[in-house]
T-cell receptor
């Protein structure tokens, strides 16, 4: 079991460019979560899919951020027109089912730096 | 919504000593509780999960206590060693997982 895979591990973009982050959940897990981690804000929930359907995107900034899960083996987080304040570690987690007590297993994260 | 406070933010102990971290939460309906460990450059590693029907759980040198009356969750690392140096997060799950602010633990040889 390879665990949750996130690519790339590091990404540097210029202000205004687009960034796409990839997550491959643990095989057999039906739920995928995205979080953002910064020193100032800590761990923030962004969005959550179950069986590829978006369930809760209440943490997603309304502009420039979007997430998709086109199939059960990967999810993407896209940030358009990146800004320096988007610099953070973006963490993906998967769980066997959705919320309700199922443990979330995290990937190593993608460190995004916007210059 | 749920609020989680974690303390201390920094903790330094000698090898072999215990390290104690505490979280308090606000939603009495919270049913699931977790402790995670994060090493530099890595994601969060699940240490232990506890459901609300459990008051105490011990695994591999870790003891988790849950006081539902006081809405308090704690983690005790007994006999800490340098490899335990990391940031530790509590997390609680009602209809969303909310994380504590983290405790940076340093275990000195």
């Amino acid at each position: 079991n390879a665990g949750v895979i996130q690519t790339p591990r590091h990404k540097v973009t210029g202000k205004g460019q687009e960034a796409t982050l990839w997550c491959e959940p643990i095989s057999g897990h039906s739920a995928v979560f995205w979080y953002r981690q910064t020193i100032v804000q800590g761990l923030e929930f962004l969005t959550y899919f179950r069986n590829q359907a978006p369930i809760d995107d209440s943490g997603m900034p309304k502009e420039r951020f979007s997430a998709q899960m086109p199939n059960q083996s990967h999810s993407t987080l896209k940030i358009q027109s990146t800004q320096p304040q988007d610099s953070a570690v973006y963490l993906c987690a998967s769980s066997l089912e959705g919320l309700g007590g199922y443990e979330q297993y995290f990937g190593p994260g993608t460190r995004l730096t916007v210059l | 919504g749920e609020q989680v406070e974690q303390r201390p933010p920094h903790l330094s102990v000698r090898e072999g000593d215990s390290a104690f971290i505490i979280c308090t939460y606000t939603d009495s309906a919270t049913a699931y509780f977790y402790w995670y460990k994060q090493e530099p450059g890595a994601g969060l590693q699940l240490l232990m999960s506890v459901f609300s029907n459990v008051d105490r759980k011990e695994e591999q040198g870790l003891t988790v206590l849950l006081n539902k009356k006081d809405k308090r969750l704690s983690l005790n690392l007994t006999a800490a060693h340098p490899g335990d140096s990391a940031v530790y997060f509590c997390a609680v799950n009602t209809n969303k997982v909310v994380f504590g602010t983290g405790t940076r633990l340093q275990v000195l040889p």
